[in-house]
């Protein structure tokens, strides 16, 4: 369910804090994810604490994406805003090893996490904001099935410049 013949997704481990913090305070990254400064040790050991607890607790929970063979993290795919009731969660996802970008596997991770999240956790739709320019991103889930559902118009300041940002949803 979590793996694939050349991945899986597994629960972050107190050893990935130095690739964690290498990525998470890679400014190229910010704008995706409303950062606006630097991540400390600290605070990125204590969300991996945190991120052991149930999904059900926090609202959240990131897997890190790790090739088999040879074993190597290379991103991290999250659930974020967890609403159980409603049963639906945003998605993010991110490449961070940039040669590892452009093979699948953002595509398999994401394939994974959808059979994961109707089988496991029961949800009835997934949903992601996408920067209208991130082309990749784009064509990433529209070939995973997601389906634009919304605009939100200047939704971000892009190096001064507002930029829309597409909303997508599946729904199971």
């Known amino acids: 369910m979590l793996q694939t013949d050349k991945l899986h997704l597994r629960a972050c481990e107190p050893d990935d804090l130095p690739l964690m913090y290498q990525w998470e305070n890679n400014a190229d990254y910010w704008l995706l994810s ?4 630097p991540f400390s040790n ?8 945190q991120d052991q607890n149930d999904i059900f607790t926090t609202k959240q929970q990131r897997f890190v994406i790790e090739l088999r063979n040879p074993v190597k993290p290379i991103g991290f795919i999250d659930l974020y805003q967890f609403e159980p009731v409603h049963r639906r969660a945003g998605v993010g996802i991110l490449i ?4 590892e970008q452009k093979k699948g596997f953002a595509a398999q991770s994401l394939e994974c996490l959808k059979n994961y999240s109707q089988t496991v956790l029961n949800m009835h739709q997934l949903y992601c904001y996408i920067q209208a320019s991130n082309k990749k991103s784009l064509s990433l889930f529209q070939k995973a099935g997601f389906h634009k559902c919304g ?22």
């Open 96 to 99: 961070a090893d940039l040669s």
């Open 34 to 37: 409303d950062t606006t400064k």
């Open 151 to 172: 605009i939100l118009k200047d939704w971000l300041i892009n190096n001064k410049t507002p930029e829309d940002v597409l909303m997508f949803q599946i729904i199971f």
């Open 42 to 49: 600290y605070t990125i050991a204590e969300f991996i604490k």
